[in-house]
Every structure is written in structure tokens, then in C-alpha cells.
């Protein structure tokens, strides 16, 4: 199928995959950890057998996209390495070697009545997945949902359709390997965007959608979606620098922080300094964000002191730019008074995705963890940590600023739901 699918049949396409998917649930569900653990290990094995294939069919895409004018954040993302697919490989058995929560009844407590009452984890059972460019959340979705007992259907980019392919046939080798029904994970065949309207539709066969893109996409989708939505619209990340802080490692975190790699969620967009060691900072940070061809868009007070910098890329801030995720070679930067106005900065204009503050002070430290109001708040260390990979999930199905059921990385976890379970030697009701 492509982009001219008739409208019809793109209706009975999804009703089919809906179908598969919700029966292919049934047996996730009853799976065993011994099954569940075979498919994420004989994934990660096709991974690392099939790096040049999967090389070959993301070549296919990348030229396609360069010549349709993608930018170039984009075809960062869009871009496979064996790096990323090793990365792909290892995820998949860090989520091997975890324990399997499904099933797991906690907080068992015995009532006055004699019946014991406590909540068991339990899958969702079906979520859709809707995200662009980057084909490694082909394998991100589908290992997180093999480990926690769903089925899933993915729905990709149009630029990155014979990468998902090249991927999702892996996934189904896989499950097949195992025992496990290859409609557990199913990648919607075509690139007709009527799919997506159909996806968001069908609360009889989904019953969540994960959107992970850029913000018009999400933002369409928690318009139209009849069933419920995991999302973050954007990551306007900050980096706060302390007074007092160890100048040298806020230098080292705030570039990582900013340059290690610019085009993912997590990458800091703003920088906020106190005025205390502003002049100790800032002239040194500019220069190396100059240095790497950083524009920086400044305060007043920031710009005249970074604005004398050879090479520097200066510009002032307008209000828009204190809300901006770049995902490119640009930072806005604040001065602020301390830690209190850091705070209130924040929550004014983050978007409750990742935000950092480095300082030898762990009162302000301790005040940042408690009143920062975003899903992942750090102390000395780099943004561009808030990954579920890094954060010994395994992978990650997205990050989410909602602040019910799941928050933050999404891992396994926020893959389950609770039920409640209630044990008893037939007690009754008086």
C-alpha cells in the first residue's frame, strides 16, 4: 500500500491490524518470562546478523529524504549506524536480563474482615505507536512491548518506511523463534496519513496511543484520539549554573549538556546563570559554544558578556525564544539573581520535560529536586541522560510530561496497569 491507498481499504487495513493485535494481546498476556526473554534475546541476535541489511534499506530512505529537502536535524535522526543498531541489541537484552513485573501483586495487606487486598501488574494490552524519523523506536516499541506482555501497533514516518520494514520483519522473526504470535508487533504497511486518523479511532482494539514527534503531530493526535494519550509536546530543557558551582564541571556537563548531540529531546535549550559567578562562567562557556558554532541568544546582561567573544554568534533573546526547543546549534541564556528566581524561571517557561542544576550547594540542590515541576530534575549532571536506555530501563517508549499513570521515560512499567486483587477463605459481608 502507499500514499494513494483508497480510503476504504486503508478502514479494512486497520480493522485487520486491530484485530490481529487484540488477539495477539491474549497470548502476551499468558506469555511467560522465559518466552518474552527468548524474542528480546534472538532480536537482539538478527540486530547484530543483519547490520549491513538494515545499512542498505536506511541508505534507501536517507537519499529519498535529502532529496525532498529534509533538514538536517532530521536526517540525524533519521539515520542509522551500527552504533545505533548495537545499541538497538543491547537494549533489548538489558530488558532480557530484568525481571518480569507482570503478574507481580504488591502491597498485599490483610483487612479487618480476614480478606487480603493488594494490586497486580498487568499489561495494557494493545498500544499504538505513531512517531517519525528515527527507525530505532521501531525496536524501542517493540522490545518494551514484548517484555511487558503487549501487542503494538507502530506506525512510522514516511521517510524512514523501509527501515521500519527491514526492522519490523526482525521483530516478527523473533517472536516466531520464541513461540509468540507475529502480530504481537504489526508496523502499518502504508504511508497513507489516513492510517493515523484510524489508529486514534479504535478504542475496540487500542488502548493507548503513544505519539513521539514533532509538536504539530502530537498535538494533532491528543486533539483527534478517541482513546487515551501518552505524550510530551516538546523538550525545552534548562541547564541552571549555581552560585556557588565547580566551574570546571559546570563547563563540562552545560557543552555535553548542549553539544553532544543537538537534535534529541533531552538536548539542553537554555542556560541559566547565576549573577554571582556569571563572569567566572559564562565568558568561557561562550567560547566554547562559539567555538562549535553555537548561536547563543542572550539577555541584555548575558550579551555583554559574551558579545565581545571572537566569532561569537550573538543575538537578543525575544520572548518566544525563552519557550524554544531548537533541536539545532542554538541556546537562548538568562541571567538570573539565584536560585529562587532559576526556580520560578523554569516552571514559568520549561515544558516539564528535563531541567539541571549544577552546585556545591545541596540545599539549593534539594530545593531544585522539590520544586522544579518537570519529569525528570537533576543535580551536576547532563540533560541528555533522561533516556530510558540510560536509565536502566532498557529502552524507552517515549518521554512523557503527562502527570498521570506514567512520567518521565517510559519504560516497562508505564506499559502495565494495576488491578486490584483481592484473596480470601470465604469470608462474606456483614
Same mark, same amino acid.
Request: contains cysteine; hydrophobic residues 45%.
Given at each position: 500500500?502507499?500514499?494513494? /491507498?483508497?480510503?476504504?481499504?486503508?478502514?479494512?487495513?486497520?480493522?485487520?491490524?486491530?484485530?490481529?493485535?487484540?488477539?495477539?494481546?491474549?497470548?502476551?498476556?499468558?506469555?511467560?518470562?522465559?518466552?518474552?526473554?527468548?524474542?528480546?534475546?534472538?532480536?537482539?541476535?538478527?540486530?547484530?546478523?543483519h547490520v549491513q541489511p538494515l545499512?542498505?534499506?536506511?541508505?534507501?530512505?536517507?537519499?529519498?529524504?535529502?532529496?525532498?529537502?529534509?533538514?538536517?536535524?532530521?536526517?540525524?535522526r533519521l539515520r542509522l549506524t551500527p552504533k545505533v543498531?548495537?545499541?538497538?541489541?543491547?537494549?533489548?537484552?538489558?530488558?532480557?536480563?530484568?525481571?518480569?513485573?507482570? @503478574?507481580?501483586?504488591?502491597?498485599?495487606?490483610?483487612?479487618?474482615?480476614?480478606?487480603?487486598?493488594?494490586?497486580?501488574?498487568v499489561p495494557i494490552g494493545v498500544f499504538g505507536m505513531i512517531y517519525e524519523s528515527r527507525p530505532n523506536v521501531t525496536i524501542e516499541a517493540a522490545s518494551l512491548s514484548i517484555k511487558s506482555g503487549n501487542?503494538?501497533?507502530?506506525?512510522? @514516518?514516511?521517510?524512514?518506511?523501509?527501515?521500519?520494514?527491514?526492522?519490523?520483519?526482525?521483530?516478527?522473526?523473533?517472536?516466531?523463534?520464541?513461540?509468540?504470535?507475529?502480530?504481537?508487533?504489526?508496523?502499518?504497511?502504508?504511508?497513507?496519513?489516513?492510517?493515523?486518523?484510524?489508529?486514534?479511532?479504535?478504542?475496540?482494539?487500542?488502548?493507548?496511543?503513544?505519539?513521539?514527534?514533532?509538536?504539530?503531530?502530537?498535538?494533532?493526535?491528543?486533539r483527534e484520539a478517541k482513546v487515551p494519550v501518552i505524550k510530551h509536546l516538546d523538550g525545552n530543557c534548562h541547564t541552571y549554573v549555581d552560585d556557588p558551582c565547580d566551574i570546571e564541571l559546570a563547563?563540562?556537563?552545560?557543552?555535553?549538556?548542549?553539544?553532544?548531540?543537538?537534535?534529541?529531546?533531552?538536548? /539542553?535549550?537554555?542556560?541559566?546563570?547565576?549573577r554571582g559567578v556569571a563572569m567566572a562562567f559564562l565568558p568561557r562557556m561562550g567560547a566554547i559554544f562559539a567555538a562549535k558554532g553555537v548561536e547563543m541568544r542572550c539577555c541584555p546582561e548575558a550579551k555583554a558578556i559574551v558579545g565581545v567573544l571572537p566569532g561569537a554568534r550573538v543575538l537578543d533573546a525575544r520572548e518566544d525564544d525563552w519557550y524554544a526547543e531548537y533541536l539545532a546549534p542554538i541556546i537562548s541564556i538568562k541571567i538570573v539573581d539565584g536560585v529562587d528566581e532559576a526556580i520560578a524561571w523554569i516552571n514559568r517557561y520549561s515544558s516539564h520535560h528535563t531541567d539541571a542544576i549544577l552546585t556545591t550547594d545541596w540545599n539549593h540542590a534539594q530545593r531544585f529536586l522539590r520544586e522544579v515541576d518537570s519529569s525528570s530534575v537533576m543535580v551536576n549532571t547532563s540533560t541528555r541522560f533522561a533516556d530510558g536506555f540510560e536509565y536502566g530501563l532498557g529502552a524507552e517508549i517515549g518521554?512523557?510530561?503527562?502527570?498521570?499513570?506514567?512520567?518521565?521515560?517510559?519504560?516497562?512499567?508505564?506499559l502495565t496497569s494495576l488491578k486490584y486483587v483481592v484473596l480470601g477463605q470465604g469470608e462474606v459481608r456483614t
Open positions: 500500500m502507499n500514499a494513494a /491507498t483508497p480510503a476504504e481499504s486503508v478502514v479494512e487495513l486497520m480493522a485487520t491490524l486491530g484485530q490481529q493485535a487484540r488477539t495477539a494481546s491474549a497470548a502476551m498476556a499468558r506469555a511467560t518470562a522465559a518466552q518474552k526473554n527468548a524474542a528480546l534475546r534472538a532480536l537482539a541476535a538478527l540486530l547484530r546478523a545499512l542498505a534499506a536506511n541508505a534507501v530512505d536517507l537519499e529519498r529524504a535529502r532529496a525532498e529537502g529534509l533538514s538536517e536535524p532530521m536526517l540525524d543498531i548495537e545499541t538497538c541489541a543491547q537494549g533489548c537484552e538489558q530488558l532480557a536480563a530484568m525481571p518480569d513485573i507482570i @503478574g507481580e501483586i504488591i502491597g498485599l495487606t490483610q483487612q479487618p474482615s480476614g480478606i487480603r487486598v493488594g494490586q497486580m501488574r501487542a503494538c501497533i507502530l506506525r512510522g @514516518g514516511s521517510e524512514a518506511i523501509e527501515s521500519n520494514r527491514a526492522l519490523s520483519a526482525l521483530v516478527q522473526q523473533a517472536l516466531e523463534q520464541a513461540g509468540l504470535p507475529s502480530a504481537a508487533v504489526q508496523l502499518v504497511p502504508t504511508t497513507d496519513r489516513a492510517a493515523v486518523g484510524q489508529l486514534i479511532a479504535m478504542p475496540e482494539y487500542v488502548d493507548v496511543i503513544i505519539p513521539r514527534g514533532g509538536k504539530g503531530l502530537i498535538e494533532r493526535i491528543s563547563l563540562r556537563v552545560t557543552d555535553n549538556a548542549k553539544t553532544q548531540k543537538f537534535s534529541p529531546c533531552n538536548a /539542553t535549550e537554555s542556560l541559566l546563570v547565576a518521554i512523557s510530561t503527562d502527570k498521570f499513570h506514567a512520567r518521565g521515560p517510559v519504560g516497562v512499567a508505564g
